[in-house]
Each structure stands twice: as structure tokens, then as C-alpha cells.
């Protein structure tokens, strides 16, 4: 079946630049979304068709594509970017995935 | 403005069914495109998900619980009702549900707030 992988941790200082990938084999051909989820609370959608950004997302998160990676980029990193960030894409026949999620922690 | 809640037991015993219940406003699931998922969560663990029903009754079921999982809609409520059956207290965790647009295609743009959902004798 079709999988996902992204890395359980990420730190970054604040100010700073965190990207956290996302791998799979048919990202070339599928989209990868990104969700960041804070403690108690829904995932919110960051990134869509792997580099749009839906309404009221802060231009300090991005997204692209490139192979089987997909990559969310964090410019310029603050306290409450402190979170879980989950990539999610989608098999040819509309089967849904989820990687393991991101800790990111702003040291 | 879409929102989405979820609803249903917050105990069930093993080997039962569980039955939840998305209600939404702002959208008709009638539209082209439009979809609403179910996705769970574990406590402490990454979000799973479950399955998918689109605006023409087409659905997609994860393919590790497709056995246990039926998921309908009924148009005229606003309500999409996810049944998992043969609870056991692995599947203990909160349960999301969340809406697929037809711009952004594959995914959630828009998530209830969830229910916690334990399952123990």
C-alpha cells in the first residue's frame, strides 16, 4: 500500500528556517498536502497541491515539489510554530494517507 | 462559513458498533466535487484515515479497515454517518471528520473539532 514518510523530529532556533520533507513513490504524479495540528487541538491545512496556501495561512509557510519529496518550509520560525506537522497525499485511486507526523520544537 | 461536528458515543465496549455522525453547514454535499472525510486519532499517535464520501456516492475506504467501516450521507440532514464495527480498545482515539473541496481535490481543508472516543469493557 501506498505510504508516506516524513521525519519524527525537527528543531530549529527561532528566526530561523525549518523544512521538513515528506517521501513517497507517487508524489511525482500526486499531490502532498500539509496539516499542522497544535496540542488539543484539530489539524489545520497548510498547504495544498503541494505548494498553495490556502486563505489566512501566514506567507511564512510554503510548500513544494520536487520527485518523490514533497517539502514544507517555515521562513523565519516563531514560538507558536511550535507543533505537529503531518504531510498527506493520495493514491492514483483516491486512497488517503497520512505520514507519521513532525514534531517541530523552536529551541 | 463551512463547519463541521462530530457526534456519537464517547464509551463503547468491544466487539461493538460504533456509530458517528458528521453534521456540516456552509455546503451541500450534493455539489460536484465535495466530499467529507473520516480520519482518527490515537492518543499521542500520528492521524489515520478512514474513509471518504463523495457529492455522487461514490466511496473510498482505507484498505486496512475497509472490512469494518461503512460510510453514508444523507443530503437532506447536511449528515455523513461513519460505522466501524467489532470495536476493540486499539481503535480508542478522536475521532475527526473533515471536508474535501473540489479546488483542493485529495484532502481536508476544513476538520471538526472531533470526538474522543474510548473503547473499554
Known amino acids: 500500500s501506498y505510504e508516506v514518510t516524513q521525519p519524527p523530529s525537527v528543531s530549529v532556533s527561532p528566526g530561523q528556517t525549518a523544512r521538513i520533507t515528506c517521501s513517497g513513490d507517487?508524489?511525482?504524479?500526486?499531490?502532498g498536502y500539509w496539516y499542522q495540528q497544535k496540542p488539543g487541538q484539530a489539524p489545520v491545512m497548510l498547504i495544498y497541491k503541494d505548494s498553495e496556501r490556502p486563505s489566512g495561512i501566514p506567507e511564512r509557510f510554503s510548500g513544494s515539489g520536487s520527485g518523490t519529496t514533497v517539502t514544507l518550509t517555515i521562513s523565519g520560525v516563531q514560538a507558536e510554530d511550535e507543533a505537529d506537522y503531518y504531510c498527506?497525499?493520495?493514491?492514483?485511486?483516491?486512497?488517503?494517507?497520512f505520514g507519521g507526523g513532525t514534531k517541530l520544537t523552536v529551541l | 462559513q463551512i463547519t463541521l461536528k462530530e457526534s456519537g458515543p464517547t464509551l463503547v465496549k468491544p466487539t461493538q458498533t460504533l456509530t458517528l455522525t458528521c453534521t456540516f453547514s456552509?455546503?451541500?454535499?450534493?455539489?460536484?466535487?465535495?466530499?467529507v472525510g473520516w480520519i482518527r486519532q490515537p492518543p499521542g499517535k500520528a492521524l489515520e484515515w478512514l474513509a471518504l464520501i463523495f457529492w455522487n456516492d461514490d466511496k473510498r475506504y482505507s484498505p486496512s479497515l475497509r472490512s469494518r467501516l461503512t460510510i453514508t450521507k444523507d443530503t437532506s440532514k447536511n449528515q455523513v454517518v461513519l460505522r466501524m464495527t467489532n470495536m476493540d480498545p486499539v481503535d480508542t482515539a478522536t475521532y475527526y471528520c473533515?471536508?474535501?473541496?473540489?479546488?483542493?481535490?485529495?484532502?481536508?481543508?476544513?476538520w471538526g473539532q472531533g470526538t474522543m472516543v474510548t473503547v473499554s469493557s
Open positions: 473533515g471536508h474535501r473541496s473540489p479546488t483542493i481535490l485529495d484532502a481536508f481543508d476544513i
Open positions: 507517487a508524489l511525482p504524479n500526486q499531490f
Open positions: 456552509g455546503f451541500s454535499l450534493s455539489s460536484s466535487g465535495v466530499g
Open positions: 498527506q497525499s493520495a493514491d492514483s485511486s483516491g486512497i488517503v494517507v
